[in-house]
């Protein structure tokens, strides 16, 4: 593959991943909270992204059955008929039908993500990782923005049917490079997998020395600014923003921090290493949240809001490359899938305890205690991570290019 190719095709991939994901994490939650649902119960939506933390359970079967353009396909095509399928959903009966659908909306994307992230291993050499995870943390970022800014404010200006025939439009532009992948030969094995063998396979990819300890760190990582991030649109709306202001914050400013910084972020990544992008972009991305702590204070009124906005988007997404670069280089090209996934995983459970847990401190205490719990807890989660590896506390694979540029 060319790497313009390889370019485009995982650019489509991983917007086509962060767009629903970006609306059932962004949008979703407002559009509750408009309706009257307490914090916590809006927490309690985080059940339905159970499929993303379940995928490790199902990629040892998408390492080694078939190719992964006959797992995408299938998968980019369901994902649009999901849309439109949800389109017709009547919310006069209420939020089930819609969260069941957005359930079943999450399982199809949760697979798609394994033979991605499998896909993305696979092709991407050692030097390509940093800039390449660049341009996938952005074309991530800009999906999930898109369903969370952009689809926000077309829901505001029509409805919900029109919302999410935009939603299937967009993802079916996704499917357009995946029918040109040519995907590099597998290894040939010296025996068939057995079923049970795949079945478990996920538990055999944990007992490489490390790897159970590196999920964990990654956990710690990004624990702290997801308590933050998943209180940010109920506290602007609570704040007295209007749907249209959070969609223009999220959306068009949101959106080209979020391209800066995964510019800068796979720059930096690639010039500087592992390590340092790690260390840097954590403790900046853990300064972003000082903006919303301070708007929780009642300081600075509307301009920490922007701040906020601009800084999380720009910070996150360095900091995101650097963390995705880092699960890259810690998985095994012949187990692609199932390790990236398995660290992939450990985020999604993390986020959902961290929602979880800011959701209960904000209902009790309100959301400025919660913004300075979390601001403290990222940062720790940052200097933690960086400083085990340090002591070899991953896979050993990550030493070679830990230190180095």
Known sequence: MTRRHKILLLTALYVAQGLPYGFFTQALPVLLRDAGLSLKAISATSLLFLPWALKFLWAPFVDHWGTRRQWLLPLQASAVAGA?????????????????????????????????????????????????????????????????????????????????????????????????????????????????????????????????????????????DSMVASLVGPFMRDSGLTKEMIALMKGTVGSLSSLAGAALGGWYAFRAGRRNALLVCGLLQSASLLFYVAAAFGVGGIAMFWGGTIAEHLFGGMATVALFTLMMDASDPRHAGTDYTLLACAIVVAMGLANFTGATIADAAGYAPTFVVG???????????????????????LQPVWQGA
């Not at 033979?115 to 800009?142: C, H, K, S, W």
């Not at 807890?377 to 896979?395: E, M, T, W, Y």
């Open 375 to 397: 601001f403290v807890a990222s940062i720790a989660g940052c200097l933690h991570l960086v400083r085990r590896i340090d002591a070899r506390g991953g896979p050993e694979r």
């Open 84 to 224: 439109l399928v949800l389109s017709q959903v009547d919310l006069g009966h209420g939020y089930v039908l819609v969260l069941a659908a957005a359930f079943a909306f999450n399982l199809i994307a949760a697979c798609q993500d394994v033979a991605t992230d499998g896909l993305a291993v696979r092709i991407l050499d050692t030097r390509e990782r940093g800039l390449a995870n660049g341009i996938q943390v952005g074309a991530y970022r800009i999906g999930m923005i898109l369903g969370g800014g952009l689809l926000l404010w077309i829901f505001a200006r029509t409805d919900w049917q029109t919302m999410f025939a935009c939603m299937a439009a967009l993802l079916a532009l996704t499917v357009l490079p995946v029918l040109a992948l040519r995907e590099p030969p597998r290894e040939p094995r010296a025996e068939p997998v057995a079923l049970r063998q795949l079945a478990l396979g996920w538990q055999a990819r944990l007992r490489v020395p490390g790897m159970l300890g590196l999920v964990l760190l990654v956990c710690f990582y990004k624990f702290g």
